[in-house]
């Protein structure tokens, strides 16, 4: 008899974040797979004797390759099990969510999806701002600042990236913003745009800095290969104190 998969969204990795649903389904699992960033406190919440697997993948370092982790989703659920795949932030945005429910489809697998709280939310709600706002700022983008070579995407909308009434949302940009940044600014976003960088959203290690485009991509291009999770959001409503 096949299991079933829950694909649950972890948020930034605060216990307090996660929805009921997704807390439930991790207390009824047989099988946690779970990401680098949905580890920790978070897994505290499986029940004692669940097996809990390690699929992380992380800019930098040594990763589980996407095929690997299907075939794992594949294989314990159709031994019966009730599997959770637990994905940081929300599994639908930037979280390779498409290619892992495919694999279940092709294999006949039965699973559901809980939301959860992405980190441009977190990110504006740790800064005191909204991401919106009533006749100004009334649209939102995310944006992956990385294609699958881990360099900035070339078919992006600069136009639309580049609008200074848009609150902007970049994931996985800490390298290529400085790249990103130039081109927006070639597009005429003032470089005194401001932005909001966070990393380490909802750890003890925290970082919230604001700045405007041009400061944030001098400052990375000076910072190296840092592996840290961060995004970065510009528009008007960035620099925006609490």
Same mark, same amino acid.
């Given at each position: !008899? +096949? ?12 216990p307090e974040l996660?929805?009921? &649903?997704?807390?439930?389904?991790l207390?009824?699992? =047989?099988?946690? *797979?779970?990401?680098? #960033?949905? +580890?920790? $406190?978070? *897994?505290? *919440?499986a029940r ?9 993948k992380r800019?930098?370092?040594?990763s589980? &390759?996407?095929?690997?982790v299907?075939?794992l989703?594949?294989d314990?659920?159709? +031994?019966?099990?009730?599997?959770? @795949? *637990?994905?940081?932030? %929300?599994a639908?945005?930037?979280?390779r969510?498409?290619?892992e ?6 294999a ?28 100004? +700022?009334?649209?939102?983008q995310?944006?992956?600042?990385? %294609? ?7 078919n992006?909308?600069w136009?639309?990236?580049? %609008?200074? =009434?848009a609150?902007?949302?970049?994931? !996985?940009?800490? @390298?290529t913003?400085? =790249?990103?940044a $130039? &081109? #927006?600014?070639?597009?005429? #976003?003032?470089? /005194? ?12 290690? /925290?970082?919230l ?8 991509? /001098?400052?990375l ?16 409503? $960035?620099?925006?104190?609490s």
């Open positions: !008899m +096949s299991g079933f998969v829950s694909f649950i969204s972890a948020g930034p990795g605060d996660l929805t009921l &649903k997704g807390a439930a389904r207390r009824e699992a =047989d099988v946690v *797979l779970y990401d680098d #960033l949905a +580890s920790g $406190a978070i *897994l505290e *919440l004692p004797g669940a097996n809990l697997v390690a699929v992380g800019a930098g370092r040594p589980t &390759k996407q095929q690997h299907n075939r989703l594949v314990y659920a159709a +031994s019966g099990a009730r599997v959770v @795949r *637990l994905k940081s932030g %929300d639908g945005i930037f979280g969510l498409e290619e429910i495919e694999t279940l489809r092709a006949g697998i039965g699973y559901e999806i809980v939301p959860g709280v992405t980190s441009a939310c977190v990110a504006a709600a740790q800064a005191g701002i909204p991401l919106t706002r009533r006749h100004t +700022s009334r649209r939102v995310f944006v992956t600042g990385a %294609d699958v070579t881990g360099q900035l995407p070339q992006l909308n136009a639309a990236l580049a %609008d200074p =009434d609150t902007t949302v970049v994931y !996985m940009g800490r @390298r913003f400085p =790249d990103l $130039a &081109k #927006l600014i070639a597009q005429g #976003l003032a470089p /005194e745009t401001p932005a909001l960088f966070a990393e380490s959203l909802g750890r003890a290690d /925290e970082r800095v604001r700045t405007t485009i041009a400061e944030l991509a /001098e400052e291009a000076r910072g190296g290969a840092a592996t840290t999770a961060a995004v970065i959001l510009f528009g008007a409503l $960035a620099g925006e104190s």
